[in-house]
């Protein structure tokens, strides 16, 4: 089993920068992937950001990307989404996600809220 | 981004089955399937099925995971008071290079 949590969400103003922290715990050998989901105040669930653990091959969702940097620690077992040039529309509580067991999203943290306002 | 289908909501009555769809193309659901997660309020989701329909242990056998060409189902059977939720499809698309989501589904258990 495999255990996330998520850190680094805050009020931030548009145009702003800040970096989410995912700290992994448990059988990480076994993961295949990590992933950032994002879910809008009473929307519905957005994929973000990826990393394959396998080819090391990383992905973005149209609405972040060249915003957005995933990036992990292997050291430190723990993955980080780099989110510059924030948003309003970024507001979101952001959510680490694993795939461990299969190739879809099985290991989920509680999730970190990031709040772009002025 | 465009997004798997799903319908907003569903009801069905306590004890009665409940099959929820997932509509997408050749691109994501008809190529790998779809997982199915399930959110209550205020917690985060939790993973029914894998695209492959396997069930991840501690998982019901009143949840079943299906295809038929680009779309996926979610049966529910024997409703019980603690299925209501939110429910969501996921895929991977081969020609965005991206994961996508359902819109969602809330199911009601009258």
């Known amino acids: 089993e495999v255990q996330v949590l998520e850190s680094g969400g805050n009020l931030v103003h548009p145009g702003g920068s800040l970096r989410l922290s995912c700290a992994v715990s448990?059988?990480?050998?076994?993961?295949?992937?990590m992933n950032w989901v994002r879910q809008a105040p009473g929307e519905g669930l957005e994929w973000v950001s990826g990393?394959?653990?396998?080819?090391?091959?990383?992905n973005y969702a149209d609405s972040v990307k060249g915003r957005f940097t995933v990036s992990r620690d292997s050291s430190k077992n723990t993955l980080y989404l780099q989110m510059n040039n924030l948003r309003v529309e970024d507001t979101a509580l952001y959510y680490c996600?694993?795939?461990?067991?299969?190739?879809?999203?099985?290991?989920w943290g509680r999730g970190t809220l990031v709040i772009v306002s002025s | 981004q465009a997004g798997l289908t799903q319908p907003p909501s569903v009801s069905k009555a306590l004890r009665q089955t409940a099959t929820l769809t997932c509509t997408g193309n050749?691109?994501?659901?008809?190529?790998?399937?779809a997982a199915w997660l399930q959110q209550h309020p205020g917690h985060p989701p939790k993973i029914l099925s894998y695209?492959?329909?396997h069930r991840p242990s501690g998982i019901s056998e009143r949840f079943s995971a299906s295809k038929s060409g680009n779309t996926a189902s979610l049966t529910i059977t024997g409703l019980q008071p603690e299925d209501e939720a939110d429910y969501y499809c996921?895929?991977?698309?081969?020609?965005?290079?991206?994961?996508?989501f359902g819109g969602g589904t809330k199911l009601t258990v009258l």
């Open positions: 990393i394959n653990f396998v080819n090391g091959k990383s």
């Open positions: 448990g059988f990480t050998s076994t993961i295949r992937a």
């Open positions: 996921s895929a991977w698309d081969d020609s965005l290079s991206a994961r996508i």
């Open positions: 050749s691109n994501n659901v008809g190529n790998l399937g």
């Open positions: 996600v694993g795939e461990v067991a299969g190739w879809d999203f099985d290991s």
């Open positions: 695209r492959d329909g």
